[in-house]
């Protein structure tokens, strides 16, 4: 059986204050999450959450991953911006275009993220958050295809995305030039393996999919808390874990 995508983990120098940012922003529902986390939990059952964990990685340049968030108006677009500012965001320059018509911020721990313009079509029906858009090679695009059994819904130029047969979020990878990684990324994919499965048997399938064991868990076995660090093809951290 394959493993689902469980969550979208951030880890923060203050996690209950970047998940009250989150829940604020999204209307998502605050709950507690396991091993000294908090997460905020996606209206629809069937979607991911996002978990906080404590994490004192300083940031260095640009996140490989940031989320786009979708609005079905200009004025919808605004009081998002508005929304994400009262709680304690902050405009950011990344180079962007003054015709571009997306809105380019960073919550309260500098993690970067967009509200798009009303009218993008790639976006349309996914939610309001449109897409994961990574930093990463067109390989692993077709590496977490593979892992997490989602069709490819764009593969052009070296640019990939995949979409749950659920509909919903995108993620989606930029392709070449993909800026070298430098220390753990801030945000990161945990997968759930269904109650029942082959914990082992998964594994090496994500193994001969091209991904490696992380850490302490490269010599096999599980990791602490049946849980196993592993890494993807373009070297970003993930996490295999029992369902709960």
């Known amino acids: 059986m394959t493993s689902k995508l469980f969550a979208i983990c951030f880890h923060a120098t203050r996690p209950s204050g970047l998940a009250r940012f989150w829940s604020g922003v999204l209307g998502w529902e605050l709950a507690d999450g396991p091993d000294d ?3 905020i939990l996606p209206p629809d059952a069937a979607g991911f959450r996002i978990r906080f964990l404590p994490g004192q990685e300083p940031k260095t340049g640009q996140n490989r991953a940031h989320f786009d968030l979708t609005s079905a108006s200009p004025e919808d677009q605004r009081r998002t911006v508005a929304r994400a500012l009262e709680l304690g965001g902050k405009h950011i320059d990344v180079g962007q275009l003054p015709e571009e018509g997306h809105v380019v911020l960073a919550d309260p721990d500098g993690n970067e993220f967009c509200v798009i313009q009303a009218g993008n079509t790639f976006l349309a029906d996914t939610g309001f958050i449109g897409a994961l858009a990574c930093d990463g090679t067109q390989e692993v695009g077709y590496f977490w295809s593979e892992a997490l059994r989602w069709p490819l819904v ?11 047969p659920d509909g919903g979020t995108k993620i989606t990878w930029g392709g070449p030039p993909v800026a070298p990684k430098t220390g ?21 399938r994500l193994t001969s999919l091209g991904a490696t064991r992380a850490g302490a868990d490269a010599g096999g076995g599980e990791g602490d808390g049946g849980r196993v660090m592993m890494l993807d093809p373009d070297g970003n951290e993930f996490s295999i874990q029992r369902s709960r």
């Open 37 to 39: 986390g908090i997460a």
């Open 154 to 164: 764009w593969d052009q130029d070296q640019e990939t995305a995949i979409q749950s």
């Open 184 to 204: 753990t990324n801030r945000l990161s994919f945990e997968l759930a393996l269904p109650a029942g499965a082959d914990w082992e048997a998964e594994v090496d």
